[in-house]
């Protein structure tokens, strides 16, 4: 008689944990995580910043928004250019970004918290140099090139890496250059 009540303790027991583990996976799943997200549809088109006789550097703003429910913050936000020597050789291209919000030009991307509905603009800078010593010479016959944004986020979850593409098309890097 002992072993079925010592047995219907320990059921209880489980089934008290099991409803407590349940009721705290769903406080967690309403109060939501972070969602930043990058808005590359309504970037701006790159403009001419700086242009020397070997070199230019073409600027783009990107908008960015946290449409989650917590906190996000990004830890790590880094450009990576495509643009493989085999389909174009004539220039050395570099990248970086820097919050427009708080300015920085030495490269790095320091670390920024985005509350729940709230967002923010990256700017992103691409450096051409030519190779041959003229850079309007060098950029004929510049193909697409296509830019990822990386980025690393931490809300409540753990952190996880996001990615969006966006591209610097031949046109608009002419139409940029003929300002």
Not at 18 to 30: G, N
Not at 112 to 134: A, D, Q
């Amino acid at each position: 008689m002992w072993f079925y009540t010592l047995l219907n303790v320990v059921i209880t027991i489980l089934v008290v944990i099991a409803v407590l583990y349940l009721a705290f996976r769903f406080y967690v799943v309403r109060q939501g995580d972070e969602h930043i997200q990058m808005v590359t549809k309504r970037r701006s088109a790159f403009q001419l910043e700086d242009i020397s006789f070997d070199k230019v550097t073409l600027v783009c703003d990107i908008p960015f928004t946290n449409r989650g429910k917590q906190n996000g913050t990004i830890m790590d936000l880094y450009p990576r250019h495509l643009l493989p020597q085999e389909q174009f050789d004539n220039v050395h291209v570099e990248c970086w970004t820097m919050d427009v919000a708080r300015p920085r030009h030495d490269g790095y991307f320091e670390s920024y918290i985005v509350e729940p509905k709230k967002g923010g603009t990256i700017r992103l800078h691409v450096i051409m140099t030519g190779k041959n010593g003229n850079i309007r010479k060098d950029l004929q016959g510049f193909p697409d090139m296509n830019i990822d944004i990386v980025y690393q986020v931490v809300g409540r979850t753990d952190w996880h890496i996001s990615k969006n593409r966006i591209r610097l098309t031949s046109e608009e890097l002419q139409a940029a250059l003929g300002q």
